[in-house]
């Protein structure tokens, strides 16, 4: 898609937004540049929300004014690596995805900024880079406890001192996976539930006496496992 019409396109998608949910946006714009990110090949910047702060000169917090910023560059980079690229879907979504970062801003929330945070720190993960290992504790968990990032279902559980089996429950029933013993922080790929895409967080509980006492640094272990059944337990 040209950038004449990716822009004229943007703009319609703009105007069907209603004026209430806009308010505060100063401009949508476009950039012909592509905005790689620093770190990752091919993963680019779709958009932004460049937003100041206005005092009110009444002592109070003032307006919160934001610009919206979209990249043609990162869409047409990010189309030539896929030829099923959904232009339109995609800038929909990096549209309503600015904008709520607008709206969040305003009311003085980080939400959407943390979720970002996450999902940055799940690709360093995933690419082997440093990362922090409670990125995911940013995510609200649903009722069933679980952390669903991006296509991933995060379940944290804490193990024993000691212990090589860690035990989770997954939709009714128990299951049970294997770490090493002395690993203090492992993250478990689950290869047969939920279509590898479960990661069991497991967490060794210390003993109080080693509370106080600083970690070893070594960085958590990365592990792919197949969960067994607990016997008796529902799991099949």
Same mark, same amino acid.
């Given at each position: 898609?040209?950038? /004449?019409? $990716? @822009?004229? =396109? +943007?703009?319609?998608?703009?105007d069907e937004i209603p004026g209430?949910?806009?308010?505060?946006?100063?401009?949508?714009?476009?950039?012909?540049r592509a905005l790689p990110h620093p770190d990752f090949e091919d993963v680019y910047t779709l958009g932004e929300c460049v937003?100041?702060?206005?005092p009110s000169g009444y002592g109070g917090?003032?307006?919160?004014?934001?610009?919206?910023?979209?990249?043609? /560059?990162? $869409? @047409?980079? =990010? +189309?030539?690596?896929?030829?099923?690229?959904?232009?339109?879907?995609?800038?929909?979504?990096?549209?309503?995805?600015e904008l709520l970062h607008h709206r969040e801003a305003a009311a003085g929330e980080s939400g959407?900024?943390?979720?970002?945070?996450?999902?940055?720190?799940?690709?360093?993960r995933l690419s082997g880079r440093p990362f922090d290992?409670?990125?995911y504790r940013a995510v609200p968990a649903g009722a069933d406890g679980i952390v669903r990032l991006d296509s991933e279902s995060f379940l944290e559980t804490t193990v024993p001192e000691g212990a090589s089996e860690v035990r989770f429950s997954w939709r009714g029933g128990d299951?049970?996976?294997r770490i090493p013993p002395d690993a203090r922080l492992a993250f478990v790929a689950v290869a047969n539930l939920a279509g590898g895409r479960l990661c069991v967080v497991a967490r060794?509980?210390?003993?109080?006496?080693?509370?106080?006492?600083?970690?070893?640094?070594?960085?958590?272990?990365?592990?792919?496992?197949?969960?067994?059944?607990?016997?008796?337990?529902?799991?099949?």
């Open positions: 898609m040209k950038r /004449g019409e $990716f @822009a004229r =396109l +943007a703009g319609r998608m703009w209430l949910a806009r308010q505060g946006v100063e401009a949508l714009s476009v950039e012909a937003t100041e702060e206005w917090e003032g307006d919160t004014r934001s610009e919206l910023v979209l990249y043609h /560059g990162s $869409f @047409a980079a =990010l +189309a030539a690596l896929d030829p099923a690229f959904d232009w339109e879907g995609e800038l929909w979504e990096t549209i309503l995805h959407l900024e943390e979720l970002d945070r996450a999902e940055e720190q799940n690709l360093r290992p409670g990125f299951y049970e996976v060794r509980r210390r003993p109080w006496w080693r509370a106080w006492t600083r970690g070893s640094g070594a960085p958590p272990a990365e592990l792919t496992r197949r969960a067994l059944p607990v016997p008796g337990n529902g799991a099949g």
